[in-house]
């Protein structure tokens, strides 16, 4: 029995290996995979942190959240970690900016172009609120706590905040291609200091921070398009003046040190973004921009190319998903009692390390998400596959300056976030 099973985990490992050989061949020489890598390290690093940082705390017959940064503040660390959204929004202008380039070299019309990448979006973000529209009827109709079904339903649709905003800013990517990141920068700054240094302005005020403090890395983005970030001193730039700015904020202005919210706290600063969430974010894209390098060599093994194109393949699926398999994991464990890690409060190492043995069935439990839900994604990619026959889009050319060729494409980018390698006709993967 023990040479059986070891012969079988040997032609496993060998079925795994031939397939990640045959996505490495397929994916053309042209591209540019240290995008792909940084696109995939942004939405896992979310994924996680999202499970660390949330908990669903039973008491009374509900559920409410908590989070361990409130109980212990000095986990704030673990928010720079996993707090990754400026590295997406980064490569998704960069990508976008190159797609636009590439629709207009190719014919296509503004419209045509962003039709194709709204709708990337629409189709799993319309599977998930076809899904939670049943399952909110039916908590509602079998007595649940109403308190308890707000709590569920705003954690299962948060992920739509960040789409919102990215989908505006795909529809602005022919006004950010020029735009200087520092404008945008300048706006939070100037909201920031009428809200916290003065005291004035609406209540609404800091809500103005939303889209533009999520363009300032766009418009990185579109910088790195027009090769103005190639050189490693931009992105030692960007690294240092954003780790001393974020320090700054956070030793001598106030600003709280966790980069994600906490409910509870009287600041926020993701909800709206704040100027030390800005600045974090540019320490992140400048740190993003210095690994580019390595990344490209770690991607030329097969192995580790063929987990990000997976990644890539499904990263709106994965993303939309993720809290749907945190509170299903919480909901299905109910009848057992309060587990430790899952329904206790949040207050100790006891639970961070409970809550570690957690991630893997969190995993599991998004594993069957995705298997459900992943073709909502990848629909619009087949279809676009079948009409175009076997032609490669290329996604960044190596060395050349996006921009001066019609052949740059975006076959992955901001409102095509999950796409994977083109893969030639007749080598379907």
């Known amino acids: 029995m023990p040479d059986r099973d070891s012969a079988g985990a040997r032609g496993m490992w060998q079925a795994v290996r031939h397939g990640a050989r045959r996505v490495d061949e397929a994916t053309p020489a042209s591209r540019d995979r240290a995008v792909d890598a940084l696109r995939a390290c942004a939405i896992l690093g979310v994924v996680l942190g999202h499970w660390l940082v949330t908990a669903l705390v039973a008491h009374d017959g509900g559920l409410y959240t908590?989070?361990?940064?409130?109980?212990?503040?000095?986990?704030?660390?673990?928010?720079?970690?996993?707090?990754?959204?400026?590295?997406?929004?980064?490569?998704?202008?960069?990508?976008?900016?190159?797609?636009?380039?590439?629709?207009?070299?190719?014919?296509?019309?503004?419209?045509?172009?962003?039709?194709?990448?709204?709708?990337?979006?629409?189709?799993?973000?319309?599977?998930?609120?076809?899904?939670?529209?049943?399952?909110?009827?039916?908590?509602?109709?079998?007595?649940?706590?109403?308190?308890?079904?707000?709590?569920?339903?705003?954690?299962?649709?948060?992920?739509?905040?960040?789409l919102l905003v990215l989908a505006a800013l795909t529809a602005a990517t022919p006004l950010v291609a020029r735009l200087h990141p520092l404008w945008p920068l300048a706006v939070v700054l100037h909201v920031d200091v009428l809200r916290f240094g003065l005291h004035l302005g609406p209540a609404w005020l800091g809500w103005a921070d939303l889209p533009a403090g999520w363009l300032v890395p766009y418009a990185l983005g579109a910088a790195w398009?027009?090769?103005?970030?190639?050189?490693?001193?931009?992105?030692?730039?960007?690294?240092?003046?954003?780790?001393?700015?974020?320090?700054?904020?956070?030793?001598?202005?106030?600003?709280?040190?966790?980069?994600?919210?906490?409910?509870?706290?009287?600041?926020?600063?993701?909800?709206?973004?704040?100027?030390?969430?800005?600045?974090?974010?540019?320490?992140?894209?400048?740190?993003?921009?210095?690994?580019?390098?390595?990344?490209?060599?770690?991607?030329?093994?097969?192995?580790?190319w063929a987990a990000v194109a997976t990644v890539n393949l499904s990263a709106m699926t994965i993303f939309l998903w993720h809290q749907t398999a945190l509170m299903t994991t919480t909901a299905a464990t109910l009848p057992a009692g309060r587990l430790p890690g899952l329904h206790t409060a949040p207050d100790g190492l006891t639970w961070i390390a409970a809550r570690l043995g957690w991630l893997p069935v969190f995993a599991l439990v998004l594993a069957l998400c995705w298997g459900a839900f992943r073709s909502y994604e990848q629909i619009g990619g087949r279809r676009r596959a079948r009409g175009r026959g076997g032609r490669v889009v290329r996604v960044h050319p190596g060395t050349e300056r996006a921009g001066r060729s019609g052949r740059a494409g975006g076959a992955a980018g901001a409102g095509d976030a999950g796409a994977a390698p083109r893969v030639p006709r007749g080598r379907r993967v």
């Open 66 to 162: 908590a989070s361990p940064l409130g109980r212990m503040p000095w986990l704030a660390p673990i928010s720079w970690i996993f707090q990754t959204l400026a590295v997406f929004f980064l490569v998704s202008g960069h990508v976008a900016t190159r797609s636009l380039a590439s629709a207009r070299g190719r014919g296509l019309t503004y419209g045509q172009w962003l039709r194709a990448r709204l709708g990337r979006l629409a189709r799993p973000v319309l599977a998930l609120l076809g899904l939670w529209a049943v399952v909110t009827a039916g908590l509602l109709l079998s007595g649940a706590p109403a308190d308890t079904v707000h709590t569920l339903v705003k954690l299962a649709l948060s992920p739509l905040w960040f």
């Open 225 to 304: 398009t027009r090769g103005e970030l190639d050189t490693r001193r931009a992105g030692w730039v960007l690294l240092a003046f954003g780790t001393a700015a974020t320090a700054g904020l956070v030793h001598w202005a106030g600003y709280p040190a966790a980069m994600v919210g906490v409910p509870g706290a009287a600041v926020s600063n993701l909800d709206p973004p704040t100027l030390a969430v800005v600045t974090f974010g540019l320490a992140q894209c400048g740190l993003a921009l210095l690994l580019r390098d390595r990344l490209r060599r770690a991607m030329r093994r097969p192995l580790p």
